[in-house]
């Protein structure tokens, strides 16, 4: 029996769920019945519609069964299933995750209605949070639903008849086919065509057997997460690929843990672009937080150091542990205090906790109102600063229930601050979390916060090489440019004596310091040099940073130095380009203060003009700001120009590792010659910590091994033959799905390495045959966009530019300003604004125009001409002509679409080889199937949009017909030659 997704994969997910084996007919295999546990149900036995997303009958039940006052009138179920149909149905307008969440609201319990005595307003509840067995647990497969279109998710999971899980299950037909694939169907496809599918859902999931990937509504597919297990001994057999999902997938899908994440790992938050998003928890940060509660639930040990490694989400992991602190019954309503770095409070962590509406959440920066908080025996969570516990008095608060998380733990040591925290609050919990390593020498955050019961002194580590491993970051390389300009090694380790490390500066102190080496500071900020690095920031970062469209910090050794640079950078690029962020002081002088000086407002607004894709700024300009808690992940490099050490250091270049689309790594350029000694820069008992950044030159070094390869696939190929017949000759060469893959695997490799180099000089040297591989790889990557697009990705911007240099140059096509679609149409009819109304005017004339000689077209466009005239002489107010408008819109969209179905019922090729056979002669060859494929594949490689309307892109497209016809098959026959380029004019 060959393998397919439903024979395989699929059914080995039913399976592992539920004993249930499909292959075998269904045979149950003994498993646990009790408790929470999945039962398997086929689709078609489930009592429900196909429009349907809830099993109603189920879903009453149990509203029977968990609320005594539906259960004394269960008619009162009916009341609550019509609300929660009503959120279903208003998903087109409130949008998807709005939908969720206040479907949540009601399967957390959270919502109330008039059923008690009097009509009083009692909870309702969904489901049993507290006796998971008295819900039912559903796994299916094949759910048919419509709404849109009708679309068949491969395993759905429902808790009471609702459905909380969508999981794709992809088998490997091809090496090429992963998760990803899956993940696409669903988030791409799904959530757009059957929304309501995905208004109570809780997580989807996907995986092919070998990895297993799940993200929440709405979440772009490069932040899906794989789920982990800790101490797992089959980790190494699966990197290996030997190993299967089934322990991962039994332990994230399991009921306990799924509910667990509904009810207390989930969030719902406000973006930048004042956006609703969800927000549920990488498998670190839901073991993380997790561990802090079940410790505090003990009560035997009163600490613990959690080490996770920068960029990898501590933020959310607080938030989530002191959310289900908080929640957590038997803490008896405990207080949390989220301490935080002195510079941070107004930055990431109290901004996470505001954006995702926590409940109860106190800010304060003054010891005194914390200390009147703790003496009032406040319950909630406050965030306050670590510093202000210099001030503290002893036993503040001696209550047991109070729980510390200190962000940023290595900094305890400064004073001592870990004691005089013990001291205040004798009897808390204290958790200490660090992005850092601690090192051993660091002896009071270790007394602090280490327990002598967990390994290593961490309760809970994820290291560097983990976070790369589950892309949670990406990788560092260090570029180190103009070494000439680089401070010489005694100076250096003179001013790393002098900087304390373990003291995030701020920008006054960094001041006193240069101050104090004032030969350093006067070679820093000599004009000549600080001119020198400038000019080539400008040139590094157009060549570099600015194609790819990502941004970039300069770090300067002081306040003065921001200035200097600030106004260097001005001569290279608009003033608007850049900002700097730093504090003024009181000492400062008048002039000094009004051009420079920063309130929080203007600062919060410059951070998001740097994150906006679309503003003009291009650099922020800091010298101790924002080095730690900044986070911008359009921020790829850091020109670096300052004395830093161990954790600073480590903090600063961290802010470049986030993930953002299209960015394989985080870029530092270093004109200090900070990493002229990476081992002295990094100084952790950790030693893998000095694997956190590399050189970029050992990219170059691997750029010719990584060449070989990718040509290997090619041996006996002559790459000196243009066009098609170099083409096909290379495809002949990899013709099998195996040998795509393998080749797409290895230039995949070549091409991050490729463009992190760009515009490298060593590149010129294999400039031609890179360019020959990426025609290759255009030229067979999947026809299907859902096809293995893990290996299968887009061509980065530096080879998109290769490729398509010299090609062709045709006329520059302007993108039309709007994309004719039934959102913009209603847009537009619900706000009839005239410009747009233009706009959408000139629009439709140019598609009748493209369709010129189809009656269809020719009847809409005569209809647009009546609407003219009619506006022109008045009978119609300008409203009316907007509305008439979008009508004539919505059924030239209708009439494309229908257009286009036809156009692909009748495939390019499937035209091209009907011409073929109608028009074969005793002179034409037989393999028509073989000219056609040929023809296709050239035509596929040269053509590109608009290329029906460019003399250059006819030209190119005859002469590729001609090299087929005439020069491979020798078939000369004119007329044969014009019909097949109508065709090709038609269908292509």
């Given amino acids: 029996m060959s393998f397919t997704e439903l024979n395989s994969v699929e059914h080995y997910i039913i399976h592992q769920l539920s004993g249930v084996n499909l292959n075998n007919n269904g045979a149950q295999e003994s498993k646990a019945s009790y408790g929470a546990t999945w039962a398997y149900k086929s689709a078609k036995d489930i009592q429900r519609g196909v429009n349907e997303v809830l099993v109603e009958s189920e879903l009453k039940s149990a509203l029977i069964r968990l609320n005594p006052e539906i259960s004394a009138n269960p008619e009162l179920a009916d009341e609550i299933i019509y609300k929660l149909r009503a959120i279903l149905i208003a998903v087109p307008q409130v949008g998807l995750v709005k939908a969720n969440e206040e479907f949540f609201k009601w399967m957390c319990g959270e919502r109330t209605m008039p059923f008690g005595e009097n009509n009083r307003h009692v909870p309702v509840h969904l489901i049993d949070f507290d006796n998971l067995s008295n819900n039912t647990y559903v796994a299916t497969n094949q759910y048919r639903i419509h709404h849109r279109e009708t679309k068949i998710p491969d395993i759905v999971l429902l808790i009471n008849g609702i459905p909380m899980v969508v999981g794709e299950a992809k088998t490997a037909i091809r090496p090429s086919v992963s998760w990803l694939d899956g993940a696409h169907e669903i988030h791409e496809i799904y959530e757009n065509t059957v929304p309501q599918l995905f208004v109570p859902n809780i997580l989807s999931f996907a995986t092919e057997g070998k990895e297993l990937f799940y993200g929440a509504i709405r979440c772009p597919l490069e932040f899906w997460a794989p789920w982990r297990l800790e101490n797992d001994d089959d980790a190494l057999a699966k990197r290996l690929g030997l190993g299967d999902v089934g322990k991962e997938l039994s332990d994230l899908l399991n009921p306990v843990r799924l509910l667990d994440i509904l009810r207390n790992f989930t969030l719902f938050s406000t973006d930048k672009k004042k956006r609703r998003i969800k927000i549920i928890p990488r498998f670190q940060q839901y073991e993380g937080a997790n561990k802090i509660v079940e410790?505090?639930?003990?009560?035997?040990?009163?600490?613990?150091?959690?080490?996770?490694?920068?960029?990898?989400?501590?933020?959310?992991?607080?938030?989530?542990?002191?959310?289900?602190?908080?929640?957590?019954?038997?803490?008896?309503?405990?207080?949390?205090?989220?301490?935080?770095?002195?510079?941070?409070?107004?930055?990431?962590?109290?901004?996470?906790?505001?954006?995702?509406?926590?409940?109860?959440?106190?800010?304060?920066?003054?010891?005194?109102?914390?200390?009147?908080?703790?003496?009032?025996?406040?319950?909630?969570?406050?965030?306050?600063?670590?510093?202000?516990?210099?001030?503290?008095?002893?036993?503040?608060?001696?209550?047991?229930?109070?729980?510390?998380?200190?962000?940023?733990?290595?900094?305890?040591?400064?004073?001592?601050?870990?004691?005089?925290?013990?001291?205040?609050?004798?009897?808390?919990?204290?958790?200490?979390?660090?992005?850092?390593?601690?090192?051993?020498?660091?002896?009071?955050?270790?007394?602090?916060?280490?327990?002598?019961?967990?390994?290593?002194?961490?309760?809970?580590?994820?290291?560097?090489?983990?976070?790369?491993?589950?892309?949670?970051?990406?990788?560092?390389?260090?570029?180190?440019?103009?070494?000439?300009?680089?401070?010489?090694?005694?100076?250096?380790?003179?001013?790393?004596?002098?900087?304390?490390?373990?003291?995030?500066?701020?920008?006054?102190?960094?001041?006193?310091?240069?101050?104090?080496?004032?030969?350093?500071?006067?070679?820093?900020?000599?004009?000549?040099?600080?001119?020198?690095?400038?000019?080539?920031?400008?040139?590094?970062?157009?060549?570099?940073?600015?194609?790819?469209?990502?941004?970039?910090?300069?770090?300067?050794?002081?306040?003065?130095?921001?200035?200097?640079?600030?106004?260097?950078?001005?001569?290279?690029?608009?003033?608007?380009?850049?900002?700097?962020?730093?504090?003024?002081?009181?000492?400062?002088?008048?002039?000094?203060?009004?051009?420079?000086?920063?309130?929080?407002?203007?600062?919060?607004?410059?951070?998001?003009?740097?994150?906006?894709?679309?503003?003009?700024?291009?650099?922020?300009?800091?010298?101790?700001?924002?080095?730690?808690?900044?986070?911008?992940?359009?921020?790829?490099?850091?020109?670096?120009?300052?004395?830093?050490?161990?954790?600073?250091?480590?903090?600063?270049?961290?802010?470049?590792?986030?993930?953002?689309?299209?960015?394989?790594?985080?870029?530092?350029?270093?004109?200090?010659?900070?990493?002229?000694?990476?081992?002295?820069?990094?100084?952790?008992?950790?030693?893998?910590?000095?694997?956190?950044?590399?050189?970029?030159?050992?990219?170059?070094?691997?750029?010719?091994?990584?060449?070989?390869?990718?040509?290997?696939?090619?041996?006996?190929?002559?790459?000196?033959?243009?066009?098609?017949?170099?083409?096909?000759?290379?495809?002949?060469?990899?013709?099998?799905?195996?040998?795509?893959?393998?080749?797409?695997?290895?230039?995949?490799?070549?091409?991050?390495?490729?463009?992190?180099?760009?515009?490298?000089?060593?590149?010129?040297?294999?400039?031609?045959?890179?360019?020959w591989l990426s025609q290759v790889f255009e030229s067979v990557r999947p026809a299907s966009d859902n096809i293995g697009k893990l290996l299968w990705f887009s061509l980065g911007a530096q080879t998109t530019k290769l490729i398509h240099e010299n090609i062709h140059v045709g006329e520059v096509h302007q993108l039309e300003e709007f994309v004719l679609d039934a959102d913009v149409i209603e847009e537009i009819f619900n706000n009839p604004d005239p410009k747009n109304a233009k706009k959408l005017e000139k629009i439709l004339v140019k598609r009748f125009k493209k369709h010129a000689g189809n009656p269809k077209f020719k009847k809409l466009s005569d209809r647009l001409e009546e609407l003219r005239n009619k506006a022109e002489q008045g009978l119609i107010s300008s409203i009316e002509f907007v509305k008439e408008l979008c009508k004539l819109a919505k059924e030239t969209v209708q009439a494309e679409k229908e257009l286009e179905d036809l156009i692909q019922e009748k495939t390019p090729q499937a035209a091209l080889t009907e011409l073929f056979l109608e028009l074969k002669t005793d002179q034409t060859p037989a393999v028509v199937e073989r000219i056609v494929t040929d023809i296709d594949a050239i035509v596929r490689v040269v053509r590109f949009p608009g290329w029906q309307d460019s003399n250059q892109g006819e030209r190119e497209i005859q002469s590729s017909l001609r090299k087929v016809l005439w020069a491979k098959y020798k078939i000369k026959d004119q007329m044969l030659f014009d019909r097949a380029y109508a065709y090709i004019k038609e269908y292509y």
């Avoid at 994820?462 to 491993?469: L, N």
């Avoid at 921020?635 to 903090?651: E, G």
């Fill in 295 to 771: 410790r505090v639930k003990e009560g035997k040990i009163k600490k613990g150091l959690i080490w996770h490694f920068q960029g990898s989400g501590k933020s959310f992991l607080m938030v989530f542990a002191a959310q289900k602190l908080r929640r957590t019954p038997e803490l008896k309503s405990p207080t949390v205090i989220i301490l935080v770095d002195r510079t941070d409070l107004d930055t990431q962590i109290s901004g996470t906790f505001n954006a995702a509406d926590i409940a109860n959440v106190e800010t304060t920066e003054n010891i005194s109102e914390l200390q009147e908080m703790l003496e009032r025996d406040t319950r909630k969570i406050i965030v306050s600063m670590i510093h202000k516990f210099r001030d503290a008095k002893p036993n503040m608060n001696t209550r047991e229930n109070i729980i510390v998380l200190v962000d940023e733990a290595h900094r305890t040591q400064e004073g001592d601050l870990g004691r005089q925290m013990r001291a205040a609050l004798p009897n808390a919990f204290l958790f200490g979390l660090t992005g850092t390593p601690v090192n051993k020498a660091d002896k009071n955050t270790f007394w602090a916060f280490g327990s002598e019961e967990d390994t290593g002194g961490y309760m809970s580590r994820y290291t560097f090489q983990d976070s790369i491993r589950d892309d949670a970051t990406l990788p560092l390389h260090f570029e180190p440019r103009l070494v000439d300009v680089h401070v010489d090694k005694e100076t250096i380790d003179k001013a790393f004596k002098e900087f304390q490390d373990e003291v995030a500066l701020t920008d006054e102190e960094a001041d006193a310091l240069n101050q104090k080496s004032a030969k350093m500071a006067a070679f820093l900020k000599s004009p000549e040099r600080v001119e020198k690095i400038v000019a080539d920031i400008a040139t590094h970062f157009n060549e570099k940073v600015a194609p790819h469209g990502f941004k970039a910090m300069v770090v300067t050794p002081d306040r003065y130095a921001c200035v200097q640079y600030k106004e260097a950078l001005d001569q290279y690029f608009p003033e608007e380009a850049s900002a700097v962020v730093m504090s003024t002081t009181a000492n400062d002088k008048p002039e000094f203060k009004q051009k420079w000086a920063m309130d929080k407002g203007k600062q919060e607004k410059i951070v998001d003009e740097f994150n906006d894709t679309q503003s003009d700024l291009k650099f922020i300009i800091v010298t101790a700001k924002l080095l730690t808690g900044f986070d911008a992940p359009i921020l790829q490099t850091m020109y670096l120009d300052k004395s830093l050490k161990d954790h600073t250091l480590l903090q600063a270049i961290c802010r470049t590792n986030r993930l953002y689309p299209n960015k394989s790594f985080g870029r530092i350029v270093d004109y200090f010659g900070v990493f002229d000694d990476t081992a002295k820069a990094l100084q952790f008992d950790e030693k893998s910590v000095q694997a956190v950044i590399s050189n970029l030159s050992e990219l170059r070094g691997k750029l010719p091994q990584a060449m070989r390869d990718t040509l290997s696939h090619f041996e006996g190929v002559d790459r000196t033959i243009e066009g098609f017949e170099g083409l096909e000759a290379a495809q002949n060469a990899i013709r099998t799905d195996e040998k795509k893959d393998a080749f797409a695997k290895d230039f995949k490799f070549l091409s991050k390495l490729w463009e992190s180099l760009s515009p490298d000089n060593i590149l010129d040297l294999y400039n031609s045959d890179y360019k």
